[in-house]
C-alpha cells in the first residue's frame, strides 16, 4: 500500500516534469524558428533572470506585485462571497443587486483606471481597488449559483434539528458554495496578474508591470524575459495556493 | 434545553395509570402549495390521534401529500386550516421533533462524527454533552469506526443509520421519516427495519414513518394510516398493535394484514377495477 502509493507520486512527479520540459522544448523551437533577439530561448532568459534577481534587481518589483494581487485578491474574497451567498439565499437582496451586476460585470474595468487613480491617487489603493474590482464579480456570480443551487432537502433537514438563519448560513450554504470560490478563485488569480500589469504600467516606478515596461523600452529582451517568467512564477504560485486552500478546506471534494 | 424527564412510573397498583396526552393531534388540516402559475392542493381535512410511545406509518400513492404533512407536523409548514398540536403544543422546528428525509439530508462536507453532533450543535448544548451523546448513539447504532468518514465514503444503509443517529442525537420525543429506507437494497432495509423496531422497543418515542413499502408500513406502524390524494385525506386508519415485534413478521396476521393495505391501496390506485381481497395463503 505505502510503496505503491510512494510509486504513484513519483509517477505524478515525472509528469509534471515532462509537462515542464515540453513547455521549454517549445519555447526553445520557437526562439529557434525566429532566430531573433526579440525572442530569446530559455536559457538565455533563466540567465537574465538569475542575473536580475542576484543584482537585486527583480525582487523588489515582485515584492510589490506579490503585495497588491493579494491584496486585492483577499479584499475581493472578503467582500464578494458575502454578497454572492447574500444574493443567492434571498431572492430581494438579488432583485436590488442583479442590475448593478448585470450591467457592471460586462464593462472593462481596466476602462476606469485615469478615474480611480483621480479619485484615489496613485498609490498602492488605486491599483488594488481596480484589481479587486475585476476579481470581485469573477467570484461574486459563481458564489451567488452556489448558493442558489444548495438542495431544499438539506436546508430543510438541518432546520428539522433546531437551526436558525446564521447555523444554515454557516452549517449549509457557505460550505456549499465553497467549492465553487475555490474554482472562481483559480480564475480569478490569473486574471489578477493580467490586470495587475496594466496597473502597474500606469503611474508607479514599482512592480513588475513596471519592471516589463521599463525593459521593453530599453530594448533589454532578456530582462523583459525575466520580467515575463516572473509574472508567470507568481501566477503559479498563486494558483498552487488556491490548490493547497482548497484541499485543506473542502477535503470532501477529493474522495 | 431540557434534560430527558425521568420516566414515567408505569401503572402503580390499586391505581389506574393516567391516559398520557397524545404526541400528535392532527384536526382537519389542509394544505395548498401556491406557486405563481398553479395551485396545488396537497391536503384536505386530515386529522388523526397518535398515542405518546406509538408509531404510525402513513402510506399511499405518490402525491397524496404525505411529505407535506411530515413538513407540518415538523412545523416546517403552517397548515391553511385545521389544527397541529405536538405533546400539546403548536409544532416548532426543532422542538423534541426531528425529521429524517428520503435523501438523510447529511451534509456532504460534515464528517460522521460533525453530522451526528449537528443538531447539538445549533442547539448550544455544552461541548461535553455534545460528545458524550454522538459517542453514545453511535455506539447503538452500530457505527463506532467511522466518526472520521465523509458521507461519500459510506454505504446507503450506513448513511441511513449516521441519519437515524443525528436525529436520536438530540433526544426527540417524535421522530418523522420520509421514505427513509427507500434506496437500500432488501437485506439492508430488513436490517434497518429492525432497527427501527428496537428503537421503537426502547420506550418513550414516538414516530411517524411515511413509506411505499406495505410490508415495512405493517411491520413498523402500530397505527397504518392509508392515505388517497391529491388532494390527501385518509381513507382508514388501521390497528395494528403487534407492530415492532420481531416475531411478527412471520405471523399469519402479519400477511393478512399486508393484503388487507394491499387491496385498500389497489382500490385507491384502480377505483374503476373491482378487487378480490386475498385472505391469507
Not at chain 2, 128 to 156: I, M, N, T
Request: charge should be positive; glycine fraction near 8%.
Amino acid at each position: 500500500m505505502r510503496r505503491s502509493s510512494r510509486r504513484a507520486a513519483a509517477r505524478r512527479t515525472l509528469h509534471t516534469a515532462w509537462g515542464v520540459f515540453l513547455l521549454l522544448a517549445t519555447w526553445q523551437g520557437l526562439s529557434w524558428l525566429v532566430d531573433r533577439a526579440v525572442l530569446p530561448g530559455p536559457l538565455e532568459a533563466g540567465e537574465a533572470l538569475a542575473e536580475s534577481v542576484m543584482s537585486g534587481r527583480l525582487l523588489p518589483h515582485l515584492a510589490y506585485s506579490t503585495f497588491r494581487v493579494l491584496a486585492a485578491v483577499a479584499s475581493a474574497v472578503v467582500l464578494a462571497v458575502p454578497a454572492g451567498i447574500a444574493m443567492g439565499r434571498y431572492p430581494v437582496v438579488d432583485r436590488l443587486l442583479s442590475p448593478f451586476v448585470r450591467l457592471v460585470y460586462p464593462v472593462p474595468k481596466v476602462a476606469f483606471l485615469p478615474v480611480v487613480v483621480l479619485l484615489l491617487g496613485v498609490h498602492d489603493l488605486a491599483k488594488i481597488f481596480l484589481i479587486g474590482l475585476v476579481v470581485f464579480f469573477q467570484i461574486l456570480v459563481p458564489t451567488r449559483d452556489g448558493a442558489l443551487a444548495v438542495p431544499r432537502s438539506c436546508i430543510m433537514s438541518v432546520r428539522s434539528l433546531g437551526a436558525k438563519e446564521w447555523d444554515i448560513l454557516r452549517h449549509v450554504v457557505l460550505p456549499a458554495c465553497l467549492p465553487r470560490v475555490f474554482t472562481s478563485l483559480r480564475i480569478a488569480v490569473g486574471t489578477a496578474v493580467a490586470v495587475l500589469f496594466l496597473t502597474e504600467t500606469f503611474a508607479t516606478s514599482h512592480g513588475l508591470g513596471y519592471y516589463l515596461l521599463d525593459a521593453w523600452s530599453r530594448l533589454d529582451y532578456g530582462d523583459l524575459f525575466a520580467g515575463v517568467i516572473a509574472m508567470g512564477l507568481l501566477g503559479a504560485a498563486l494558483h498552487w495556493t488556491v490548490d493547497r486552500l482548497e484541499a485543506r478546506f473542502c477535503p470532501w471534494e477529493r474522495l | 434545553m431540557s434534560l430527558p424527564q425521568a420516566a414515567e412510573p408505569s401503572a402503580r397498583p390499586g391505581q389506574e395509570a393516567p391516559t398520557p396526552a397524545p404526541i400528535i393531534a392532527v384536526s382537519g388540516v389542509s394544505y395548498t402549495y401556491r406557486q405563481p402559475n398553479a395551485t396545488v392542493p396537497a391536503l384536505a381535512g386530515v386529522s388523526f390521534v397518535l398515542p405518546k410511545g406509538s408509531s404510525c406509518a402513513v402510506i399511499g400513492p405518490s402525491g397524496c401529500g404525505k411529505t407535506t404533512l411530515l413538513y407540518i407536523l415538523a412545523g416546517l409548514l403552517t397548515p391553511e386550516s385545521g389544527s397541529v398540536l405536538i405533546a400539546g403544543r403548536p409544532p416548532a422546528a426543532g422542538r423534541r421533533t426531528s425529521l429524517i428525509l428520503q435523501d438523510y439530508g447529511l451534509l456532504p462536507w460534515k464528517t460522521v462524527w460533525d453530522n451526528v453532533r449537528l443538531g447539538l450543535e445549533v442547539r448550544r448544548e455544552p461541548r461535553e454533552r455534545q460528545e458524550q451523546k454522538v459517542r453514545e448513539v453511535l455506539d447503538f447504532l452500530g457505527l463506532a469506526g467511522l466518526e472520521r468518514h465523509y458521507p461519500a465514503q459510506l454505504s446507503g444503509g450506513q448513511r441511513q443509520r449516521v441519519a437515524i443517529a443525528r436525529s436520536l442525537a438530540t433526544d426527540p420525543d417524535l421522530l418523522l421519516m420520509d421514505e427513509p429506507l427507500s434506496s437500500l437494497d432488501a437485506l439492508t432495509r430488513e436490517e434497518l427495519q429492525d432497527t427501527i423496531a428496537d428503537v421503537l422497543g426502547r420506550g418513550g418515542l414516538s414516530f411517524v414513518l411515511v413509506t411505499h413499502s406495505i410490508e415495512e408500513a405493517v411491520y413498523l406502524g402500530r397505527r397504518i394510516l392509508v392515505m388517497s390524494g391529491p388532494p390527501g385525506r385518509i381513507v382508514e386508519a388501521i390497528d395494528n398493535s403487534r407492530a415492532g415485534q420481531r416475531s411478527y413478521r412471520e405471523t399469519r396476521e402479519f400477511h393478512a394484514q399486508c393484503d388487507h393495505v394491499r387491496g385498500l391501496l389497489a382500490r385507491i390506485v384502480r377505483p374503476e377495477r373491482p378487487v378480490t381481497e386475498t385472505t391469507g395463503p
